[in-house]
């Protein structure tokens, strides 16, 4: 529970985030329109996490795969899942599934398959096209012949990872646009014990916290120990930060970076 | 966070606890007890007491895995339920925060 992230799409530092986040931007340009139709070809690890994600979250998805165990696994927990071959056009038309909003083809490892299977979804009027990636060469094709989107979750996690590695009290950073970010990370100890208005965050250290996250004691059904997730958002001036409470702070890189730095 | 019924009950069982130290059932309470009011300092000393006294006392290791979770302190969290895990294989709880624990992104 205390995992649980507060910026998804997840960014990157450096050479790459200028990118993510203009792609982020069109991500929630897409979000502003709240597409509710999903298809899904593919229902490998990736494709079956985005399904299921989507699916908890209200949305309609249909997923298609070519093994029968995969497309019973996934039936339990979206509205559809269909077993046939994504590369037969005839057959994916044959679903209903042009009124879908995004379609997301996460066959990356078939490259050729998901180049097709791209290709036959934009032919068929599918407005967003997402399609995961293994190459940048694989991922210029994709981008060639219509997908609006191209993950390349890989790599992506990679950057991640060495990210986390480098900076390990930074559990979060997007570029919201150039040179502002916004980050999570842990209370400054500076600040544990005394209110935003106390700490004069905005006025002396140049960000704003938008969210803070604790972890509150509980017990289980059992009787045993648990730590609960409880997220203030936009808290108010007379919030106190604890120890152990993780910030969402958004500013100027600069301030940001300075203010995860306090001790 | 202290609150005043929760005092009461944990003076309460100190008192037991001074007439009888090695009452697990009360020392295990009495670490809830702290881990709910906030205390996690003093419920993981209640719980390393307890298993000074009954090392294989898995809901100790576990309780006591949960309260270094909420300070942070994550390596010690791991080896608590990986001594959960060697005592009780089949504990679900201990696997999922284990599973927690290792998994990317971390949460330390």
């Keep these: 529970m205390y995992r649980q992230r507060l910026v998804p799409p997840r960014g990157t530092r450096g050479k790459g985030s200028v990118t993510r986040s203009s792609q982020n931007l069109e991500l929630s340009k897409m979000a502003d329109k709240v597409p509710r139709q999903f298809v899904v070809i593919g229902a490998g690890r990736f494709g079956s996490s985005v399904a299921m994600t989507l699916a908890k979250n209200g949305c309609e998805v249909t997923v298609v795969d070519s093994d029968k165990d995969n497309v019973q696994r996934i039936s339990e927990y979206v509205s559809n899942a269909v077993q046939l071959d994504a590369t037969d056009e005839k057959a994916l038309r044959s679903i209903g599934i042009e009124g879908a909003d995004v379609a997301i083809v996460s066959i990356g490892e078939q490259m050729e398959a998901s180049i097709l299977v791209t290709m036959a979804l934009k032919e068929m009027g599918i407005k967003t096209v997402v399609a995961k990636a293994v190459t940048e060469t694989h991922g210029k094709i994709l981008a060639r012949v219509g997908a609006d989107k191209v993950v390349f979750p890989e790599r992506d996690m990679g950057v991640r990872l060495a990210n986390a590695l480098l900076h390990p009290s930074l559990l979060e950073h997007v570029e919201v646009s150039p040179g502002y970010n916004i980050a999570e990370f842990e209370a400054p100890k500076v600040l544990w014990g005394r209110s935003i208005a106390q700490s004069a965050v905005r006025a002396r250290h140049g960000v704003q916290i938008v969210a803070i996250k604790r972890r509150k004691p509980g017990l289980d059904e059992e009787g045993e120990s648990v730590l609960e997730e409880d997220v203030d958002l936009i808290p108010s001036a007379e919030t106190v930060i604890n120890e152990g409470d993780l910030l969402l702070v958004v500013g100027r890189e600069e301030n940001v970076r300075k203010f995860r730095g306090l001790r | ?108």
């Design chain 2, 1 to 108: 966070m202290k609150n005043k019924a929760t005092q009461k009950k944990i003076h309460k069982l100190s008192e037991k606890l001074a007439e009888n130290p090695k009452d697990t059932e009360a020392r295990l309470a009495l670490g809830k007890l702290y881990f709910l009011n906030s205390q996690f300092d003093e419920a993981v000393r209640c719980y390393q007491t307890l298993l000074e006294h009954d090392p294989r006392n898995v809901s100790a290791h576990y309780n006591l895995g949960v309260a270094f979770l909420a300070q942070n302190r994550m390596d010690e969290a791991k080896a608590a339920f990986q001594k959960v895990l060697e005592l009780d294989p089949d504990n679900e709880g201990a696997e999922k925060e284990l599973a927690k624990l290792v998994s990317f992104p971390w949460s330390e």
